[in-house]
C-alpha cells in the first residue's frame, strides 16, 4: 500500500509540474521581456532568461508616458476607493 | 415615531444606491426606447429593439458569446474541479507552489496579460509558433484567422481563471466532513464512488455558485476580445461585450447601446435562474 501511494504520488506531480509551469511561463515571459531591449523581445527562438535592461526599459517608460505619475493615481484611486467601501460599508 | 428611526441611519445609503444604481439602471431601460442617432433623442420604441431583432452583428456577437459560453465554461469549469481535487490531495506536496501558479493569473492586470499574449501568439516572432516549428508544424496566424482567433480568446480566459475557480472549488472541498468519506469507505466505497457519491453532491451548491459566476463573466466578456483581438478579424471574436462598446462609446448611440445592455442582462438572468432551478437540491 505505502509504495503505491508513493507511485500515485510521483504520477500527481509528473502531471501537475508541467501545467503548473504552463501557467506561470506567461508571467515568466512578462519577467523577461521587462528586461530586453524591444529586438530582442521578437528573436526566434523566445529569449528565456532575462536580461539587464530593466531600468532602461523602465527609464523610457517613465519618458514616454509619466509613468511613476499613473503609479501614484492607481495608488491613490485603490486608497480612497478601499476607505471609502469599508466606510460605507461599515456605516451603522 | 420608532419606525422613522431605521430609515434615517439608512439615508446615506439609500441615497446612494438611488444616485448611482438605481437610477443609471432605470434610465439606461428608458434610454433603450429612445432614438438617440438624431436630436434631439425622442421616443420611438422599435427603433432600437426592432433594429436587435434583425441586426447581423448583433446576431454574430451573441453566437460568439453563446459559442465561448458552450466551450470555455465546461472546460475551465473541469479542468479546475480537478486542479482543486489535486489540491485538496494528501499525496501532493508544495502545495503553496501549485496554488501560487494556478492563481497567480488572477492577480496580474487583463491589460499586462492581454499584451503578453499578444506577443505569444505573434505570427512570426510568437513563442507558441516557435514551440510549433519545432514540433515540425507550420504554426497558426494566430491574431488574424477567425479559428485560431477564437481558440487565442478561449485559452486566455482558460489561463486567466481556470485558478479563480479552484480555489472556490477547494474551498468547497475543504467544508465537506470528513467523517462522510470514513463513514463511506468503512462501508466499503473505494475512491470512484466517494468521488460519485460524497465529493459531487457535497460540491453541488460551490459548484453552481462558480457556474453562474462564469456565466455572468462570459456575457459580459469584453476585454480580453476587446484588448487581444480586437474583435477580429472582421468579427470573428466580437462579443456583445465588445458590440456594446462599439454601439456606446464609439457610435455614440446610447439607445441602441442600453437595448443590448438590457439584452445581455436579461440573458444573465435567465442562465443563471435556468443553472439553479437545474442543479437544486432534491
Not at chain 1, 24 to 50: D, G, K, N, Y
Not at chain 2, 4 to 22: E, I
Not at chain 2, 229 to 252: C, D, E, K
Request: charged share 10%; hydrophobic share 55%.
Amino acid at each position: 500500500v505505502k509504495r503505491r501511494r508513493f507511485w500515485l504520488s510521483l504520477g500527481l506531480h509528473g502531471l501537475l509540474t508541467p501545467l503548473a509551469l504552463l501557467w506561470l511561463a506567461p508571467l515568466w515571459l512578462m519577467l523577461v521581456f521587462s528586461t530586453l531591449p524591444e529586438h530582442e523581445i521578437f528573436r526566434v527562438p523566445t529569449p528565456l532568461l532575462p536580461g539587464g535592461g530593466f531600468f532602461e526599459n523602465l527609464a523610457s517608460l517613465q519618458a514616454d508616458t509619466n509613468f511613476f505619475r499613473a503609479l501614484a493615481n492607481s495608488l491613490l484611486v485603490s486608497l480612497l476607493y478601499t476607505l471609502g467601501g469599508l466606510l460605507l460599508s461599515a456605516l451603522p | 415615531m420608532c419606525t422613522k428611526a431605521p430609515f434615517f441611519f439608512l439615508a446615506p445609503y439609500l441615497f446612494l444606491f438611488a444616485l448611482f444604481w438605481a437610477w443609471p439602471i432605470l434610465y439606461s431601460f428608458y434610454l433603450s426606447f429612445l432614438n438617440t442617432r438624431v436630436y434631439p433623442w425622442h421616443l420611438e420604441p422599435a427603433v432600437n429593439w426592432g433594429r436587435l431583432l434583425q441586426d447581423p452583428f448583433f446576431w454574430v456577437a451573441l453566437k460568439n458569446t453563446l459559442f465561448i459560453l458552450a466551450v470555455q465554461v465546461p472546460l475551465m469549469l473541469v479542468l479546475a474541479l480537478l486542479l482543486a481535487l489535486a489540491l485538496n490531495s494528501a499525496l501532493l506536496r508544495l502545495k503553496g507552489f501549485y496554488r501560487f501558479a494556478f492563481f497567480a493569473p488572477v492577480v496580474v492586470g487583463a491589460v499586462a496579460y492581454s499584451a503578453v499574449f499578444r506577443l505569444l501568439f505573434n505570427t512570426e516572432f510568437g513563442a507558441v509558433n516557435a514551440l510549433l516549428r519545432a514540433l515540425g508544424h507550420p504554426g497558426y496566424d494566430w491574431l488574424y484567422t477567425p479559428g485560431p482567433a477564437m481558440a487565442v480568446i478561449v485559452l486566455a480566459l482558460t489561463w486567466r481563471w481556470t485558478g479563480y475557480n479552484a480555489i472556490i472549488l477547494l474551498a468547497g472541498l475543504q467544508s465537506i466532513p470528513r467523517e462522510l468519506y470514513e463513514a463511506a469507505s468503512l462501508d466499503g466505497a473505494g475512491p470512484w464512488h466517494q468521488f460519485w457519491h460524497v465529493t459531487l453532491p457535497g460540491l453541488r451548491p460551490v459548484l453552481v455558485f462558480a457556474l453562474v459566476l462564469s456565466i455572468i463573466g462570459t456575457l459580459q466578456l469584453f476585454t480580453e476580445p476587446f484588448l487581444i483581438t480586437g474583435g477580429g478579424p472582421g468579427n470573428a471574436t466580437m462579443t456583445l461585450g465588445v458590440y456594446l462598446y462599439q454601439q456606446g462609446f464609439r457610435s455614440f448611440n446610447f439607445g441602441y447601446a442600453s437595448a443590448i445592455a438590457y439584452t445581455v442582462a436579461l440573458l444573465a438572468a435567465g442562465f443563471s435562474f435556468l443553472q439553479m432551478r437545474l442543479w437544486r437540491e432534491r
